[in-house]
Nanobody, 122 residues
C-alpha cells in the first residue's frame, strides 16, 4: 500500500515558478513508477511527467523544458519544479504511482494523492 500527499500549489503570476511536493509512504516506493498528472476544470486528467525506478524521465510536450521531476530518496518525496508558468498550466496537479514500468495514461496508476491546485494569473 502506498499513500501520496501533494503540497505546494498556489497562485503564481505567468512566467513565475512553483515547486510541488509529493510525500510518499509505504514499502518499496523506490521501485514504483511515479508520475504527475493534472486536470483542468471540466477536462480529462492529463499526463505531465513520469519517472521509472531507474529514473528514466518522460515529459509531455506541453511542459518539456519547463518542468523537471526530482526526488529526495531519504524522505521518499517526489518534486515537480515548474518554471515559466503559463495560463494553460492552471489545473489541479496529482502525483500517482504504480508498480512496474511507467505509463502515460491515468487509468494505469493505482495510487493517487488528493491533488493540489495551481493557478497561474496573467
Amino acid at each position: 500500500q502506498v499513500q501520496l500527499v501533494e503540497s505546494g500549489g498556489g497562485l503564481v503570476q505567468a512566467g513565475g515558478s512553483l515547486r510541488l511536493s509529493c510525500a510518499a509512504s509505504g514499502r518499496n516506493f523506490r521501485s514504483f513508477a511515479k508520475a504527475w498528472f493534472r486536470q483542468r476544470k471540466d477536462e480529462e486528467r492529463e499526463f505531465v511527467a513520469v519517472v521509472d525506478w531507474t529514473w528514466n524521465e518522460f515529459y509531455s510536450d506541453s511542459v518539456k523544458g519547463r518542468f523537471i521531476v526530482s526526488r529526495d530518496p531519504s524522505t521518499n518525496t517526489l518534486y515537480l519544479d515548474m518554471t515559466d508558468l503559463k495560463d494553460e498550466d492552471t489545473a489541479v496537479y496529482y502525483c500517482a504511482a504504480r508498480q512496474g514500468g511507467y505509463r502515460l495514461r491515468a487509468l494505469e496508476y493505482d495510487y493517487w494523492g488528493q491533488g493540489t491546485q495551481v493557478t497561474v494569473s496573467s
